[in-house]
T-cell receptor
Framework: EAQVTQNPRYLITVTGKKLTVTCSQN?????MSWYRQDPGLGLRQIYYSMNVEVTDKGDVPEGYKVSRKEKRNFPLILESPSPNQTSLYFC?????????????FGPGTRLTVL | AQSVAQPEDQVNVAEGNPLTVKCTYS??????LFWYVQYPNRGLQFLLK??????LVKGSYGFEAEFNKSQTSFHLKKPSALVSDSALYFC??????????????FGKGTKLSVIP
């Protein structure tokens, strides 16, 4: 089944404790992206990647890191999480970066930083 | 930079009645528009998109959307609502950010409640 997977689905952590949220897609997509969803704000892009070893900032990159060492994986790293990073996170992928390409989303990771 | 407005935070409709979820957009160049649905505790699911051509786009689960270039709108519609359509709906526009990179910009979402 074609899908985007994320792990973990739920995570409660404390301020300053490094964490990684994994994202993997099995569709051989070139483009991958991370979003956060907050009530009343919709989805905002954190980082994106157009291919292996090519990443760039989205609208809200502060406090986050990403890497793209393999085409299928795009982990999101919070080196020193803070409470304002409590949010619902989504990974997405698309075939390419054409304006008409459809992005497909993972199931989400609900993160709480205490 | 592009933007999307969903003017209604919540839409209530009776089961069996037609539903409309509104969306207006702003983008430079040709508009590429998307609708996604989010069910509770689930990710976003793609419903439909407008690329070019026919102004009425048909998508999944009986949904359709009407593109209106002069009004810069892309409203989501369904002739007969089901209780199972109750969810959060997002409109999105694709364009290039200020830095020249491809970006999908979302509206804030509209919660649809279908009342039995």
């Amino acid at each position: 089944e074609a899908q985007v997977t994320q792990n973990p689905r739920y995570l409660i952590t404390v301020t300053g404790k490094k964490l990684t949220v994994t994202c993997s897609q099995n569709m051989n997509h070139e483009y991958m992206s991370w979003y956060r969803q907050d009530p009343g704000l919709g989805l905002r892009q954190i980082y994106y990647s157009m291919n292996v070893e090519v990443t760039d900032k989205g609208d809200v990159p502060e406090g986050y890191k990403v890497s793209r060492k393999e085409k299928r994986n795009f982990p999101l790293i919070l080196e020193s999480p803070s409470p304002n990073q409590t949010s619902l996170y989504f990974c997405a992928s698309s075939l390419g970066d054409k304006l008409w390409d459809t992005q497909y989303f993972g199931p989400g990771t609900r993160l709480t930083v205490l | 930079a592009q933007s999307v407005a969903q003017p209604e935070d919540q839409v209530n409709v009776a089961e069996g009645n037609p539903l409309t979820v509104k969306c207006t957009y702003s983008v430079s160049g040709n508009p590429y528009l998307f609708w996604y649905v989010q069910y509770p505790n689930r990710g976003l699911q793609f419903l439909l998109k407008y690329i070019t051509g026919d102004n009425l786009v048909k998508g999944s689960y009986g949904f359709e959307a009407e593109f209106n270039k002069s009004q810069t709108s892309f409203h989501l519609k369904k002739p007969s609502a089901l209780v199972s359509d109750s969810a959060l709906y997002f409109c999105a526009v694709s364009g290039y950010s200020g830095a020249g990179s491809y970006q999908l910009t979302f509206g804030k979402g509209t919660k649809l409640s279908v009342i039995p």
